[in-house]
């Protein structure tokens, strides 16, 4: 399956942006509260959101960056149903595993049918019915695909609700020591994801649940509001996933506050570190759990026939978003990370009925997208406080921002969202300034 991505340029007289100034009193952390101000998101239902526009350009951006990943480290692209039939969850033995969470229906000839909540029952069944011969491993199979999880309390916006974009990956091998192999491949390929965003990533030993198993590890990263207190090794923050080995990476030490013991902890107190984390990312490691039930079974090489080994492998695309604006925001909005904005620069014509700030303005414009750097052109007719304000709420990383008296001196503001440095510099280098900022 080939993607191709557009770049996103726009006006905003032409785009569909419906900021508000205060949020819904049922929004309760800062990500939910944002994604509704900055017109990114509309709840439909309760756990249930469109996705607007600006919403969805950042998806789609997170969702590239997560495939570009997978595909980097081997792993082949397909789709997969969002609705089930029931037949092979009951014969894995989890069809009663999920209880209420899971959304069963039927359809009109009465076949019991479910809406996937994960998929490592149709993948057995797809690789069983096509693999036989250990000659054609290893597999490592991913799609990116809508789930339902019917929450007892959906909250916190797209953080934890009922309908959510997920990658799901499986991987196929022969035995365990070839199943840890891809294990630690994928392992190295989330810590190189996250990074690609901005993030910081710290993985943990963790539960195997309902999934099964007995390796498995979560991925947090970290976020002054996040919903999990994490100890781990300050070595986590820095280390290069390019030149360390994965199983030197899992030996780090982090684990979650119900989990540190703090008179048994390996390492000393200069080299702990406390934070709060958000889990946006699980690797699981379960043997032969489904083939054996499923029949996935292979030709060794003594043509004897035995089941494969599986792993399994999510990250949390939807959530990402709300995450990402967890680690980054202020008191005025969101600051997206370069990697990750909906545009890369917003220009903010504070006065679009001078013919000179006109003028300038669309020249601006028209280079940029030329030269497909993203960006959006403020051209509406509103007050400069409106304005400002919106471009602050939204983040884009670079405003160039340009007034009727600077420009009479040749001058143009430029702010570094992240930062909220402000400087003004020559309106004949604004573009130079911009590319050699986005060149870092």
Not at 405 to 424: A, G, H, T
């Amino acid at each position: 399956m080939w993607y191709c991505t557009s770049v996103s340029s726009d006006k905003y007289s032409n785009f569909f942006l419906p900021t508000i100034k205060d949020a819904p009193s049922d929004a309760e952390i800062i990500s939910h509260k944002l994604m509704i101000r900055a017109g990114m998101i509309k709840q439909s239902s309760a756990g249930i959101y469109s996705w607007l526009p600006l919403g969805l350009l950042v998806l789609k951006k997170i969702e590239q960056i997560v495939r570009e990943e997978q595909n980097n480290a081997g792993a082949v692209e397909l789709l997969m149903p969002t609705i089930q039939s029931s037949d092979l969850w009951i014969k894995s033995g989890r069809y009663d595993d999920y209880g209420k969470e899971m959304l069963r229906i039927t359809d009109r000839s009465g076949r019991e049918m479910l809406y996937g909540p994960t998929n490592e029952e149709l993948i057995t069944d797809i690789f069983q019915s096509h693999i036989n011969s250990y000659k054609d491993l290893p597999k490592n199979l991913y799609h990116i695909q809508w789930k339902f999880r019917d929450e007892v309390r959906p909250r916190f916006g797209v953080m934890r609700g009922r309908e959510f974009l997920m990658k799901d990956n499986y991987s196929f091998d022969l035995d365990e020591s070839e199943a840890k192999k891809s294990y630690d491949n994928m392992f190295k390929a989330y810590i190189k994801t996250f990074i690609r965003m901005g993030l910081t990533p710290i993985s943990l030993r963790a539960e195997t649940g309902p999934i099964g198993g007995n390796l498995s590890h979560e991925f947090q990263i970290l976020a002054k509001t996040g919903e999990s207190t994490l100890y781990y090794d300050k070595k986590l923050e820095t280390l290069n996933p390019e030149t360390i080995d994965p199983n030197e990476l899992q030996s780090f030490y982090a684990a979650v506050d119900d989990q540190h013991d703090e008179k048994n902890c390996p390492i000393s107190n200069e080299d702990l570190k406390i934070s709060k984390g958000i889990e946006v990312g699980h690797i699981f490691y379960f043997g032969t759990k489904y083939s054996e039930k499923l029949n996935a079974f292979v030709q060794d090489k003594s043509g004897k026939n035995v089941p494969v080994h599986m792993g399994s492998y999510g990250i949390g695309v939807s959530r990402l978003v709300g995450a990402i604006i967890e680690a980054y925001h202020d008191e005025k909005g969101i600051r997206w990370p370069l990697e990750v904005a909906p545009f890369k620069v917003s220009i903010v014509n504070l006065m679009p009925e001078d013919q000179d700030c006109a003028t300038k303005s669309s020249e601006y414009y028209e280079y940029f997208m030329k030269n497909n750097i993203e960006v959006i052109l403020d051209d509406r007719i509103c007050s400069i406080g409106k304005k400002l304000s919106d471009n602050e709420l939204i983040g884009t990383p670079y405003q160039i921002i340009i007034g009727k008296r600077d420009l009479k001196d040749n001058l143009v503001e430029i702010k570094n969202r992240q930062n909220n440095e402000s400087e003004k510099i020559s309106s004949s280098s604004v573009i130079d300034f911009i590319n050699n900022k986005l060149k870092k």
